[in-house]
């Protein structure tokens, strides 16, 4: 089984525009796809830190004199580099959400597609569970993280059919999930909302949207004048982010201008939004919703 398929793999490096001798992240080491290829542009003198919190990741590393591996959470990016001795890096690179090999890796429990125990959590070792978040928030809490991070058009239902299947017994599965689901949302809308429900969780399991935020509030400490800054997202959520950090320079996309009418802000967006070919579509289906958004730093 592939670990991973690397969406835009070529035109994620390219918008890096690699120097030779330069200093790289990939906060999202993965199945070191944009890893591998920024290290076929570098030269001896080159250096690139790989991120990953997952122990599996752990395991695509390349063994590279020039590479050094990061194990941990992207959030941290800023207290790694400074560990490594980096203060400052010519570019980053962030493939954000779930690998493919999450979502085929039944025992994990990211998938509706298998019945499995529920997890969902991206570190195995560290922090809350799917099955804590389901059996143990309230229902307020529950509707909550439904509707604003899967924003789904059946929260209150499947949240109050949550609390009434949990009170007799407990929702250990995926198995238990997808069959509340199914019990309360018309059969044709069944699979749309089993993946708004399970995004849903996955990203409350995973603190997602806050170390999205946290990792770009620090890029801009950390990036060179005039280094580059990529990111791969996947749902409106993360893209929505991505795009009002780098138009206004924060999360409310509040326009902030000097007295010139130059808008405040420390990385500049370069370019458009880019997403993959048909082609690439075609040969991976998961690759269909990436959006690649590109800033620079001033």
């Known amino acids: 089984m ?3 398929t690397t969406v835009l793999l070529h035109e994620g490096v390219d918008a890096l525009e690699v120097k030779p001798a330069g200093i790289y992240v990939d906060v999202t080491l993965g199945a070191g796809g944009h890893t591998k290829e920024i290290l076929n542009r570098l030269s001896s003198s080159g250096r ?16 590279d004199d020039r590479f050094e591996l990061c194990f941990g959470n992207f959030r941290f990016l800023k207290q790694f580099l400074l560990a490594k001795g980096v203060s400052k890096v010519d570019g980053i690179i962030a493939d954000l959400g779930v690998s493919g090999h999450h979502f085929d890796d039944a025992s994990r429990g990211f998938s509706f597609r298998f019945d499995a125990p529920l997890d969902m959590r991206m570190n195995s070792s560290q922090g809350k569970s799917a099955i804590e978040v389901v059996n143990e928030y ?30 007799s017994q407990r929702i250990k599965t995926t198995g238990d999930l997808v069959s ?4 309360v949302v018309p059969e044709r809308k069944v699979k749309g909302e089993l993946a708004h429900i399970f995004q849903a969780i996955r990203i409350e399991v995973n603190d997602e949207l806050l170390v999205l935020q946290e990792f770009l509030e620090q890029v801009p400490e950390v990036l060179s ?15 929505r982010m991505v795009k009002h950090f780098l138009r206004s320079g924060n999360f409310d996309d509040v326009l902030d201008k000097d007295v010139f009418g130059n808008i405040n802000r420390s990385l500049d967006p370069k370019g458009k939004v880019i997403a993959p070919s048909e082609e690439e579509i075609e040969k991976n289906p998961r690759a269909r919703s990436a959006k690649m958004r590109i800033g620079v730093k001033r």
């Open 138 to 167: 309230e229902v307020g809490d529950l509707i909550r993280i439904f509707k604003r991070y899967g924003e789904s058009s059946f929260a209150k239902p499947i949240a109050r059919k949550i609390d009434q299947q949990r009170i």
């Open 225 to 239: 004048s005039g280094g580059l800054l990529v990111v791969l997202s996947y749902h409106s959520l993360e893209d």
């Open 180 to 183: 509340i689901v199914e019990s």
């Open 48 to 63: 690139l830190l790989g991120f990953d919190q997952d122990a599996d990741a752990v395991n695509n590393a390349p063994e």
């Open 2 to 4: 592939t670990y991973h």
